[in-house]
């Protein structure tokens, strides 16, 4: 595993079995008002991270794409609420500050893929996931922290891939 620079760390994933693992590490370290940035093109493997991130969060709820509806609320048995957010289909950033991410980061972790598309609203400390398709089931992923609770979610995302994930 490649580390680019302090804040960054370069992961090589070969299936979406290692991918959802990936995901269920930091999920199992995720905490209300933590922001994790999704990027990457269609079929990069952000659902199938996602799929892991929550399964390792806790919840009972099944993982899909929020596309269409923009924002897909998990749940776990402890009235806690994991945000999954896709912005692609925002037109601007004044129907992105509707959502209302404060509120979101009040009760639970938010997950943003396509975050590029809000325009400065995404909080500069966040862990940042760029995935990228390689082979049929193999993606690069790469992490990059900004922010001291971000540095701690990477060193959890090091264990999980050193430690075979």
């Known amino acids: 595993m490649p580390t680019l ?13 290692q991918t959802r693992r990936i995901g269920m590490r ?19 493997g952000k659902t199938t991270f996602v799929q892991g991130i929550a399964l390792g969060w806790g919840s009972q709820d099944s993982v899909s794409s929020p596309t269409f509806i923009i924002v897909n609320v998990y749940r776990r048995g402890d009235e806690s609420r994991l945000f999954h957010m896709d912005a692609y289909r925002l037109d601007s950033a004044p129907e992105a500050e509707e959502l209302d991410l404060d509120a979101m980061l009040s009760q639970g972790p938010l997950l943003i893929e ?8 995404v909080p500069d400390e966040r862990l940042w996931v760029n995935l990228e398709h390689v082979a049929e089931e193999e993606r690069q992923m790469k992490f990059r922290a900004s922010g001291s609770r971000y540095e701690e979610l990477l060193e959890v995302i090091r264990h999980a891939v050193d430690g075979g994930g």
């Open 114 to 121: 396509w975050p590029e598309r809000m325009d400065g609203l």
């Open 26 to 44: 930091l999920g199992g370290a995720l905490q209300a008002g933590d922001v994790i940035c999704l990027q990457g093109d269609l079929g990069a």
């Open 5 to 17: 620079d302090l804040h960054t760390i370069d992961v090589f994933s070969r299936s979406p079995d």
